[in-house]
């Protein structure tokens, strides 16, 4: 891909107070040029950067969010930047999943030593970025929104936030049985449920306003009819949606509370 | 809560950012914000009159939040937090935006794009100020006694002088025997003073001292909990020895390069400045031809520092050389003399003794041959060939190789050499980022014996100062975890790193509460609450969600 004319990235950084904020203030220090691109949010630690906060920056039409701990081992709370690894990969891979490059979300580590390869890092994200356009290179708007919404509403679900945050744990130290749980079944029905989660979000979202029918939904959230069907069975079983009438001979199907 | 009216004040710093972002723009920029009722530009903000201008703004422009636009909250905020208490406003509703270190600094071709970006930053600032909420300090006790780590000049000058102010000092030293790289030292300038008689007197000081406890063939093995309180447990053989310190000082000081494989390097004819001194030490000095090579595995890819020291001390033995045997040559081959402050005269005394300075570049290092040392020399523009019948090899102090594992332990960064790295070069030059742990000495960076004495003295005095208080302020920046959304399921209670959350039942059912004490505050349990029923003081979900959406919305 080319590099666009005039496009200049909105870039989003989250940096942890210790470790990689104090890289960056080390490269002003030093002086080491970088791309005025990135705008910065200070957290305490990385493990504090909620997925879905970063979804709601690309909801929002950032093109790049960087997240930057301190270096496994160094992380001034013990342990949050493990959180902040499994975290930030599930994200990147879900990115995929629903269609925005995952080369949107970069981790990565700096130290507070870390003057220069901070600069370096920011220049070379910056230029991917660059490369690979806006944001609205990977999906029109309407759909972005859409995806990103329900990407989103999945990772705020109960048992999403426990299968991505109990993940380091289960790999670690195993189950309350003491079993070890094998990392690539555990991805496999991690992202298996996410998928789920978000297919089931799409369509909520689709009915929010008003009741459709199964191949209007099947339209709006680019899913297959007997799809949307399989999805809709389930959700009417645990009450989030019920058929509130017929046109013609599809029944329509709407939202039940929230 | 009343309706938030927020002053903006943007730091010149001199021409450090007045010089390359259009701060007047940024001032008229922050006018226009939402909720801004005051913008002005300073100066230095952190001066006394940008101080002033601050304490009466809240009073006069009745602010309720105050954002300073300048350097960086890791050096600044506990300042500009401060103005905001003594005028009566509380500390955390001030709101810092770094325009400098992450801004003007790194952009110094661009004003026009660098002046967007801190509009950007500013904007995102007043979005997050406004939703600030005042919260109140946490006070932890200090536990009056400390831990230096390093037997060496610096750490001894330091415990003794924290012994002596009456607090409890462990010092614990990884050799045999106290006194560090000085054990192998000879003569210091400029008294001529013996080394090891200068170890001598304080190792006898510390004997006698009844506040010092000396751990030698010792490691540090484990550093637990926080600043005030940290669990000690230092490994002297087989045998543990737990305790508590309120503070840690780390004067673990720095060993000489061993220049293995270059300039013929073996110990003997071709020795180090510290073997040298060895050698003088032990009276075991005899040559008349020698050759001193300056920058030896210094200033070169992958160790890119000059070690400061061994241009002095390379001068200092010549004259030593000089004076045993006023018959000796001395060449000094060197890329640049760097005998700074009064150690110039040590230079011009050299010169009139008759030692030779040869200057080399490092695209033509000088080679040592049999017998004889070749070197271009830069201002004859010829070669040269010395013969010898020593040479002295000046290498640069390098960080202990350990130093990364204690820098793990106590949360403390270290630069790409390895050497510790404090909190600010200038401004807080003894002390870490982290609160309760100093620093003196070589580890920091190669000191010369007074430099590491002054040091010593000054992290003592820093590091006296929570001690005497007897308590420290830390940060409410804690979690807190909403009654009312918590169902109890226990997902923070598994991931917190500090076991600072507990589900505990009560009458309305299993809930999760906050151990404030124990909270540290990083929001891992806030980021995974599948209820979102935690909230992290000063970093809650709206204020963050806020920026995100400033910053995405464009001016």
């Keep these: ?68 701990g301190c270096h496994p081992g160094d992380c001034h709370y013990i ?50 970025i660059m490369k690979i356009g806006p944001l609205s290179n990977d999906l029109p708007p309407y759909q972005l929104q859409a995806r990103l919404l329900a990407a989103r509403d999945a990772l705020s679900q109960q048992r999403m936030r426990w299968l991505v945050n109990r993940e380091k744990e289960l790999w670690d130290e195993g189950n309350v049985f003491g079993e070890k749980v094998d990392q690539d079944e555990f991805n496999k029905v991690k992202f298996e449920a996410l998928v789920r989660e978000y297919e089931k979000n799409r369509i909520l979202h689709s009915i929010s306003d008003k009741a459709q029918s199964v191949k209007e939904i099947a339209k709006a959230t680019d899913m297959t009819p007997r799809e949307v069907l399989r999805n809709l069975i389930v959700m009417e079983q645990s009450g989030l949606v019920t058929v509130s009438g017929i046109d013609g001979v599809s029944p329509k199907y709407r939202r039940l509370g929230g | 809560m009343e309706e938030a009216r927020v002053g903006v004040f943007v730091c010149r710093c001199g021409t450090n950012i007045g010089g390359f972002l259009d701060v007047p ?62 005028a009566g406003l509380n500390p955390y509703l001030f709101e810092f935006v770094n325009i400098r270190d992450q801004c003007s600094w790194v952009h110094m071709q661009e004003t026009k794009k660098a002046t ?27 536990a009056p006694s400390a831990l230096v780590i390093g037997g060496g000049i610096a750490g001894m000058t330091c415990a003794l002088s924290l012994a002596d102010r009456g607090f409890e000092v462990t010092l614990v030293e990884r050799e045999k025997k106290l006194g560090g790289l000085l054990k192998d030292l000879y003569k210091l300038y400029p008294t001529q003073g013996d080394a090891v008689e200068l170890i001598g007197a304080k190792i006898r000081e510390i004997e006698k001292n009844r506040n010092i406890e000396v751990l030698t063939s010792a490691t540090v093995k484990e550093i637990k909990g926080f600043f005030g309180n940290y669990d000690v447990t ?16 780390i004067a673990t000081g720095a060993e000489e390069f061993k220049p293995v494989g270059m300039y013929g390097y073996e110990g003997k004819n071709v020795v180090t400045q510290l073997e040298l001194e060895r050698m003088l030490k032990e009276n075991k000095f005899n040559a008349n031809n020698v050759v001193m090579i300056q920058c030896v595995g210094a200033r070169n890819e992958g160790r890119n520092y000059c070690s400061r020291v061994c241009c002095m001390t390379a001068l200092n033995n010549a004259m030593i050389i000089l004076e045993r045997n006023p018959k000796a040559q001395v060449f ?144 409410p920046i804690v979690s ?76």
């Excluded at chain 1, 990135?38 to 950032?62: H, K, N, Q």
């Excluded at chain 2, 230092?234 to 000082?249: C, L, T, W, Y």
């Design chain 1, 1 to 68: 891909m080319s590099q666009q004319e005039g496009f200049e990235p909105r870039i989003l950084g989250f940096l942890c107070n210790w470790c990689s904020y104090a890289g960056a203030d080390l490269a002003g220090v030093s002086r080491f040029q970088y791309p005025t691109n990135l705008r910065v949010i200070r957290v305490m630690c990385s493990g504090r950067v909620d997925p879905t906060l970063v979804l709601e920056a690309f909801m929002r039409g950032i093109d790049g969010v960087m997240v930057l």
């Design chain 1, 79 to 128: 342990s949050g930047n493990y959180y902040t690894e499994r975290r930030i990969i599930t994200l990147q891979k879900f990115l995929e999943i629903i269609g925005v490059r995952q080369d949107r979300l970069f981790l990565d580590w700096v130290s507070a030593g870390e003057g220069e390869r901070f600069a370096n890092l920011v220049r070379d994200f910056t230029e991917k």
């Design chain 2, 25 to 86: 723009a940024l001032v008229e920029y922050a006018k226009g914000l939402p909720n801004v009722v005051y913008s002005k530009e300073n100066l230095y903000t952190c001066s006394e009159a940008g101080l002033t201008e601050i304490r009466q703004a809240i009073a006069e422009q009745k602010l309720n939040r105050v954002i300073v636009a300048s350097c960086t909250p890791r050096t600044h905020e506990p300042l500009f937090r401060n103005t905001c208490k003594e």
């Design chain 2, 116 to 142: 967007e970006k801190a509009k950007d930053l500013i904007r995102m600032g007043v979005a997050r100020a406004r939703l600030l909420e005042p919260q109140e300090e946490i006070e932890v006790e200090v």
């Design chain 2, 234 to 249: 230092v490994k002297q053989g087989e045998k543990d020895f737990p305790f508590r310190a309120g503070v840690v000082v």
């Design chain 2, 332 to 475: 000094t081959l060197y890329r640049d003399m760097q005998t700074y402050g009064f150690y110039e005269d040590l230079y011009r005394k050299a010169r009139e003794k008759g030692i030779i300075f040869v200057k080399y570049s490092p695209e033509r290092p000088p080679a040592v041959d049999e017998g004889v040392v070749k070197v271009f020399d830069e201002f004859l523009g010829e070669e040269l060939r010395l013969p010898y019948n020593l040479v002295v090899l000046s290498t640069p102090m390098v960080a202990h190789p350990d130093s990364k594992e204690l820098a793990q332990m106590l949360k403390v960064p270290v630069d790409e050499y390895g050497f510790f790295l404090e909190a600010h070069v200038k401004l807080r030059p003894l002390d870490f980022a982290t609160d309760g742990v100093y620093l003196c000495g070589s580890a920091h960076w190669p000191s010369t014996v007074s430099e590491s004495i002054a040091q010593a003295y000054g992290a003592a005095s820093r590091a006296s100062i929570p001690m005497s208080r007897r308590h420290v302020v830390a940060e």
């Design chain 2, 480 to 555: 807190v975890v909403d009654q009312e959304k918590c169902i109890g399921c226990g997902l923070c209670e598994m991931i917190c790193p500090f076991k600072a959350i507990r589900v505990e039942e009560t009458p309305k059912g299993r809930i999760a509460r906050t151990i404030t004490a124990s909270c540290k505050g990083c929001g891992v349990c806030g980021a995974s609450c599948p209820q979102r029923a935690i909230t992290m003081r000063h970093f809650k979900d709206e204020q963050m969600l806020a920026e995100v959406v400033v910053l995405a919305e464009g001016k």
